[in-house]
């Protein structure tokens, strides 16, 4: 492999084929040339990556419990201020947590707002699959309406998940940080770019970034980029950032695919195109052209 | 020695005196989040930091969970990092105590222990830190406040030296809250006897970066955890000599256990804590009229010091073991370790009596523990367990 990409997260690792995981934590290691250390989420990245006697990872690295990823950066960054008051640290490191969505949008959310509100000097990334994949892919906050889970399963009296996704970008912006960016691994520049970005913000920032799941969701291991295009073309995962409250959409989409267009090519979604369901189909795309408004109506007035 | 001359005696709660030996020790990173009885500790630490009277990072988290889990970021980065916590905080970040002692992390967390829900009720009794007692954390108890002061300053250098976590523990208000008569040490004995903590592996070494945490299977997991348990037996030694040094900074000695009258009691009580203190009141009352009673104070708790305790237990014919906390459908666990200490250490058996006092707070009077020594020496001993309600 690229010795410039295996710097610091090596090949070798446990994700499957088709995971775009590793892809997101090179490139986001790879945003700046000072000193990073990690504290990762129990989930997918961890396991995968840190199987004893072997690790993946070539800057120092944490992992301590699922839910809190934040809140160990958090002692992380205090460390790192008293030990440079103290002089016994000449540059401290950047500090970047990892979680999944379970262990941001569910378990780890107290603890990232804490360690936000605090204003410690860290980035958290999540990375989205959309639901607890680690575990064999049972529904999560960040589960879209509609999907079929393990514990939000299809059957003769349910379509899958009956409630919308929370809506973490704005849950984070509300903590008032400074930066904010909303990314899919399907436009690595547009990540490392907001990962550059985050990371020279002083204090928290913040990176949801879209993973498409080849397991989960369901699709071939070849497709998580074109799926996760699809994802933003269809205005279901548009790309955009929140600096100092500015909500600035990175890339409009002139004539946003329909949203079957994405749900097709997933197994996960694959029971709303029965009869009985289309009416699904319809609420997701009003959900989506609605989301998108509102989001279009913020970036304009800020 | 110390010097008798220069004596700094103060009137201080337990709480109060264990954010004291604080100021003294100097940690880097304290993490803080209140809950009765140890907010009183964290409370005066941020005054503390407010007068400019310590150095520390102060995280002011929003739950337990983060709080240990901001001092396991913190002492994996090098840093000097404690907490403090009661009861239900204590069960509540429970998920992250194994992975202290698992990563071998040598944080103290100060404990005034209390009961735990439901019904909810704040006050001293021994069921939390009992609950956690089998998560590789070292356990001390203290009697007093001069104890619970001494075993903070005593904690954090046993900690640092074996390479694992400590939980120094006073029952909540019967101690924290309670001022008494205590000796301090002077600032720059604490900071030569403490010194520096000498950091193995961390994740500020960026030439040696060192992954904390991994994923163990089948094939490691087991090693890991009979390392733990090498490091807990480590624990018992370590202690042994780090509170001979501290007889040489302060006079006071510690040890595993305090042997009150033992030598020729024929009637003994087990305690740990606070309580202690009564039973060695009603000791010396009872002596006065010539009574053969004594009392064992068991001061570690884990790793619990079994050979050593049935040593001195094994000539005592009728032992009385009173435990602070209440294992339902079992026997308490004071007692569970103090029969595997008889068994293992003599052929012979003992009369052996199993009592709860002290449950949410309940006064144990003088009169309690008379009571339990008059069943001893009217022979009311059998299987079943006795609660001082």
Known sequence: MNK???????????????????????????????????SNATGCLEVTTTIYPSTSWKVPYIHSVFGNAAATAAGIDAAQKALEKSGKLKNPAKIIAFGGDGGTYDIGLQALSGALERGHDFLYVCYDNEGYMNTGGQRSGATPYGANTETAPVGS???????????????????????????????LPDLKRKAQKALNTPGPSFLLVLQPCTQIWKFPTSEYVAIGKLATETNFWPLFEIEDGKYIINNIVKEPKPIEEFLKTQGRFKHLFKEKNLEVIKEIQKTVNENFEKLAKRAQIS | MSNKKNKNIKALTGGYAVAEAWRQIRPDVMAVYPITPQTTIIETYAKMKADGLVEAEIVQVESEHSAMSAT???????????????????????ETLPVVSGLGLPIVMSVSSRALSAP????????????????????????QVQDAYDDTIIAIKLAEEIGA?????????????TTERIEILDDQVVKEFVGERKVQQSLTDFENPTTFGTLALQNTFFEFKLDQEKVMQKAKLAYKKICGEFFKISGRKYEMFEQYHLQDATSVIVIMGATGGTAKDVVDALRMS??????????????????????????????????????????????????????????????????????????????DIEKVFKDLEDGEIDNKVKYLV
């Open chain 1, 157 to 187: 009296q349910s379509f899958g998940k009956t409630q919308q996704r929370k809506d973490l970008m704005e849950i984070v912006k509300a903590h008032g940080i400074k930066y904010l960016a909303q990314a899919n691994v399907a436009y």
């Open chain 2, 290 to 367: 010539g009574k053969k009673v004594g009392l064992l104070s068991v001061k570690m708790f884990r790793p619990f010091p079994y050979a050593e305790i049935g040593a001195v237990l094994s000539h005592i014919p009728k032992i009385a073991v009173l435990d602070r906390a209440i294992s339902f459908g079992a026997y308490p666990p004071l007692y569970q370790d103090i029969v595997s200490s008889l068994y293992h250490s003599s052929s012979r058996k003992p009369d052996l009596a199993s009592y709860v006092y002290g449950l949410g707070g309940r006064d144990t009077m003088q009169k």
């Open chain 2, 120 to 143: 909810l009720n704040i006050h001293g009794e021994h069921g939390d830190v009992m609950a956690v007692r089998d998560l590789g954390w070292v356990q001390i108890f203290a009697e």
């Open chain 1, 4 to 38: 410039d990409l295996t710097k610091k997260f090596s090949s070798g690792h446990a994700t499957c084929a088709g995971c775009g995981i590793p892809a997101i934590v090179r490139t986001v290691l790879g945003a700046t040339d000072e000193q990073v250390i990690v």
């Open chain 2, 165 to 177: 976590p400590v939980m120094p523990i006073m029952d909540g208000f019967h101690t924290s809250h």
């Open chain 2, 72 to 94: 396991i970021g913190a002492s994996a980065a090098g840093a000097r990092a404690v907490t403090a916590s009661s009861s239900q905080g204590i069960l509540y970040m429970a």
